[in-house]
């Protein structure tokens, strides 16, 4: 069984590697709004509406003229309120693109990952994640781009209490900008 299942894994990256018409690798800036964490109960650790901000960087692979799969994760800055909370973002998924009309190119994406919460004095912890969203590209030249992308991201939340009316979910509005180089 194991053979079959790396058979089928040579198989699919095979295919994607001839399909493939090009890759882009772009390192980004995001601001993602409206976090909040609520531990239930008018807990003096409950953190506020905020605003993150951070910088990742992210892969495509263009299968098709109209079709990608991409990866990208994103580090934000500590939230501190009576203990430091830090953001990792990891989403893949799909990208469904239009032609490139002179130099712009627009698309919409959706995908799944996970959030990664390092939390002060209590360790780690990883929760589902999703997003969808759209974008554009705008590419100077035919390897050198800039990418503007609006998302809506939901990220699962760790649970420090047993609590009923803690909040399990975040969702929020993840804005970026970056650069994008295409081979």
Sequence with gaps: MRYLLAIFIVFCSAVC??????TEIYGFYQDYRNFSFQIGGGSVFDVPEIKMSGGGFGFVQNL????????????????EQLFRIQVLNELQ???FQTQQYGPLQFYAKGGVGFSRYGIESLGSSYHVSFS????AQIWL???LGAVLDGSHVIMGLPNLTDLPDREKWDSGLAFTAG???RF
């Design 179 to 181: 650069l994008a180089v």
């Design 17 to 22: 590697a001839i399909a493939q018409t090009s």
């Design 93 to 95: 998924g799909i990208r």
């Design 141 to 143: 030249n035919d390897w």
């Design 132 to 135: 969808y969203g759209g974008g």
């Design 64 to 79: 098709a003229p109209w079709f990608a799969i991409w990866n990208q994760f994103a580090f934000y800055g500590a939230v």
